[in-house]
């Protein structure tokens, strides 16, 4: 538990993504559906993690290694969205059952403002899910023959981004 708890913290820390660490050009509703904040300034909502975020985002951790089967609800294999929802429901967040249903609930987070624990519906179809793991990394069950672990944010679209 310590360990996880480390991992965590480390998380917390390494704040939201910097670089280049994917494509903000989907054509997905990834900006904030509140609009401005009304500063002159110009500045954003604080990228600040969700706690039930940052739970799922260290239940997934636990499921590193287990592989990818399509339709997998574990507890031995994963599917993309069966992963993210699973470690949501470990949180008390429950989640719909596929990507394009992730994609539409939750609120919508800039990615600007993104932060490890957010869940990233990815490709331009909306077919791809993950949770943002910081340091520019997504923790997701990837496809066939690659078990669930960290794969780079930048090797995707980003179609939306969601916080619970």
Same mark, same amino acid.
């Given at each position: 538990?310590? !360990?996880?708890? *480390?991992? =965590? ?9 910097? /670089?280049?660490? /994917?494509?903000?050009?989907?054509? %997905? *509703? *990834? +900006?904030?559906?509140? +609009?401005?904040?009304? *500063? ?12 039930? /975020? ?13 592989? #990818?089967?399509?339709?997998?609800? +574990? ?6 969205? %069966? ?7 470990? &949180?008390? =967040? ?5 990507? #394009?249903?992730?994609?539409? &609930?939750?609120?919508? &987070?800039? !990615? ?6 957010? =869940? &990233? ?10 949770? #943002?793991?910081? !340091? /520019? ?7 066939? %023959?690659?078990? =669930? ?6 090797? !995707? ?8």
């Amino acid at each position: 538990m310590g !360990f996880l708890v *480390s991992i =965590v913290m480390s998380l917390v820390l390494a704040g939201p993504a910097r /670089g280049d660490t /994917g494509s903000a050009s989907g054509s %997905g *509703s *990834s +900006g904030s559906a509140s +609009g401005s904040s009304g *500063s002159s300034s110009g500045s954003a909502a604080l990228p600040l993690p969700s706690t039930a /975020g940052l739970g799922a985002l260290a239940a997934a951790y636990t499921q590193i290694g287990k592989p #990818y089967e399509w339709g997998g609800t +574990g507890p031995f294999a994963w599917d993309c969205s %069966g992963l993210v929802q699973w470690a949501f429901r470990q &949180v008390g =967040v429950k989640l719909p059952r596929t990507t #394009y249903e992730q994609a539409k &609930v939750g609120a919508a &987070v800039p !990615f600007r403002a993104l932060s490890p624990g957010d =869940v &990233v519906i990815l490709n331009d179809d909306a077919s791809h899910v993950g949770i #943002y793991a910081g !340091f /520019g990394q997504i923790l997701d069950a990837h496809d066939w %023959g690659v078990p =669930v672990g960290l794969h780079p944010l930048r090797d !995707f679209d980003i179609f939306t981004i969601r916080r619970f």
